[in-house]
C-alpha cells in the first residue's frame, strides 16, 4: 500500500506526475487514439490475454491517456487506483454494484444525487436489494438503519442540492464496526478541498463532468479505492458493462486537470463573496453554503474540508412560480442550464424540475453554479433580478 501520509505536493500531480517520460520530451501528453495494442509473439499475446488487468491489450480494458488520468486522481484521493469511466452515473452504479447481490441491503442519506437515488429505488430494487434512506447528519442515523444483510452506506457529502453535510470519521467508524463498505460522492469538494480516504471511507466517486473537467464540453466519472475494491469492480462492473471511457475525453480531463487549483480558488472566493452578499439581501429567506458561519454544520464543514466549491443554494422570501419564472428567465450573465463545475455560472431553479404539484418547499429554492466571472458581474445580475420578487 502506497503510504498514504507522505502527502505530494497538489500541483506535482497535475503538472508532472506519470509524465516523465513522454515520447519525443513532448510538453502535452499524446492522446493514445488507438482501440487495440499489438505484441511481439505469442507468448506476450498470451500473458496479457491472462492479465488484462494490467495489460494493454484492448482499450475497452487500459489505455495510456486514461491510465494517466487515473494516475493522478488516485494521488489527488490519496486512493491506491483509479478507474476512469465514461460518466458519473457509470461511477457510482460500478461502485455500488460490484459490492451487493440479491437479498442486500444498502443504506444511503435521502438527498443524493437524482440518478444515484433512482439506482437504489428502482434499478437496484429489480434484482432484490433493499434500500433504507436517512437524512444523515446525524452520524446514527446510519447506525440505527443498520440490518444485518446491510453491505453499503451510501454518502454525498456535502448533498448538491440542500448541502448537508455527514460527519465522515464518524460513520466510517459505524461502518467498519459493523462490516459494511462505505463509498462516498465527493464531486463538490473535490479531492483539493476533501479527501474521504483520510476519514477511512472505502471508495470515492466522482462526476469527473464538473471540476475536473471544468470546461462543460465532457462527461466522465471516476471511482478511487484500495487494490482489491478497485480489482473487484474493474473485474466484474467495468469489463462486463463496459463503461468505456475514450482517449480524446481523458485527454480534455488531463488538460482541464492542470487549471484545477487556480480554477477552484476562483469558484471558491466568489462563491464566498455571492454567498455573503445574498445572505443580505433583502429578497432571500437564506442561503445553503457550507462555509457561511449561519450555516448549521458550518464546523464540521470545517473540520473535514479544506474550502468550498462554486455550487450551492438559497431561498428566496418569494414562493409565487410566476415570479420565480420571472426571476430566472430577467437574470443576466448567468446561463439556465443543469450541471455544473464548468467555468461559467449557471442557474437552477428547483421549481423547474416540476410540471404541476411542486412541493411547497421546492418552489423558493434556486441553486447557482458561480462560474469564473468577476463576482462584482454576478452580484450586479442577481440584485437587478431579485427586484422581480
Ligand atoms: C453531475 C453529478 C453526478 C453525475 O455525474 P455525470 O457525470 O453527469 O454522470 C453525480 N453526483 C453529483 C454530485 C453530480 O453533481
Redesign the pocket.
Known amino acids: 500500500m502506497q503510504n498514504l501520509k507522505q502527502k505530494r505536493d497538489i500541483s506535482e500531480i497535475l503538472h508532472h506526475l506519470g509524465e516523465e517520460n513522454l515520447p519525443f520530451n513532448a510538453m502535452s501528453p499524446p492522446i493514445f487514439q488507438t482501440s487495440i495494442f499489438s505484441f511481439d509473439s505469442y507468448e506476450d499475446y498470451q500473458a496479457a490475454l491472462a492479465d488484462e488487468t494490467h495489460s494493454f491489450l484492448y482499450s475497452r480494458g487500459n489505455n495510456p491517456t486514461v491510465n494517466l488520468v487515473e494516475q493522478k486522481i488516485a494521488a489527488l484521493e490519496h486512493g491506491e487506483q483509479a478507474k476512469l469511466m465514461s460518466?458519473?452515473?457509470?461511477?457510482?452504479s460500478a461502485a455500488v454494484m460490484a459490492f451487493v447481490k440479491t437479498g442486500d441491503h444498502i443504506i444511503s442519506i435521502r438527498d443524493?444525487?437524482t440518478?444515484?437515488k433512482t439506482l437504489f429505488t428502482t434499478y437496484l430494487g429489480r434484482f432484490g436489494v433493499e434500500h433504507d434512506f436517512v437524512d444523515g447528519v446525524d452520524p446514527q442515523d446510519f447506525a440505527k438503519a443498520i440490518k444485518p444483510n446491510t453491505k453499503i452506506i451510501y454518502l454525498?457529502s456535502p448533498?448538491?442540492l440542500t448541502f448537508k453535510i455527514q460527519d465522515l470519521t464518524a460513520i466510517a467508524k459505524i461502518a467498519k464496526d459493523n462490516g459494511i463498505k462505505t463509498i462516498i460522492?465527493n464531486?463538490?469538494a473535490t479531492p483539493l478541498y476533501q479527501n474521504p480516504i483520510d476519514h477511512a471511507i472505502d471508495i470515492v466517486?466522482?462526476?469527473?463532468?464538473?471540476y475536473f473537467g471544468g470546461h462543460s464540453d465532457l462527461?466522465?466519472?471516476v471511482i478511487i479505492g484500495n487494490k482489491s475494491d478497485m480489482l473487484q469492480i474493474y473485474k466484474q462492473e467495468f469489463l462486463n458493462i463496459g463503461h468505456v471511457p475514450d482517449p480524446f475525453m481523458a485527454w480534455l480531463i488531463l488538460r482541464g486537470m492542470r487549471t484545477l487549483q487556480v480554477r477552484l480558488r476562483q469558484h471558491n472566493a466568489g462563491a464566498q463573496l455571492i454567498a455573503e452578499f445574498l445572505e443580505k439581501h433583502p429578497k432571500v429567506e437564506s442561503v445553503c453554503y457550507p462555509f457561511l458561519s449561519s450555516f448549521p454544520q458550518n464546523n464540521l464543514a470545517k473540520s473535514q474540508m479544506t474550502g468550498g466549491a462554486g455550487?450551492f443554494s438559497f431561498r428566496v422570501k418569494s414562493h409565487n412560480v410566476e415570479k420565480i419564472k420571472q426571476f430566472v428567465n430577467s437574470i443576466k450573465v448567468f446561463k439556465r442550464a443543469v450541471?455544473?463545475?464548468g467555468y461559467e455560472s449557471l442557474i437552477y431553479a428547483n421549481a423547474i424540475s416540476y410540471v404541476e404539484n411542486i412541493p411547497e418547499d421546492r418552489i423558493s429554492l434556486i441553486r447557482i453554479h458561480i462560474g469564473l466571472e468577476n463576482p462584482q458581474l454576478l452580484m450586479d445580475a442577481l440584485n437587478d433580478a431579485l427586484t422581480c420578487l
Do not use: P
Open positions: 460518466s458519473g452515473v457509470a461511477a457510482i443524493c444525487y440518478w444515484a454525498e448533498t448538491s460522492d464531486t463538490w466517486v466522482h462526476s469527473a463532468s464538473k462527461v466522465a466519472g455550487l450541471s455544473w463545475g
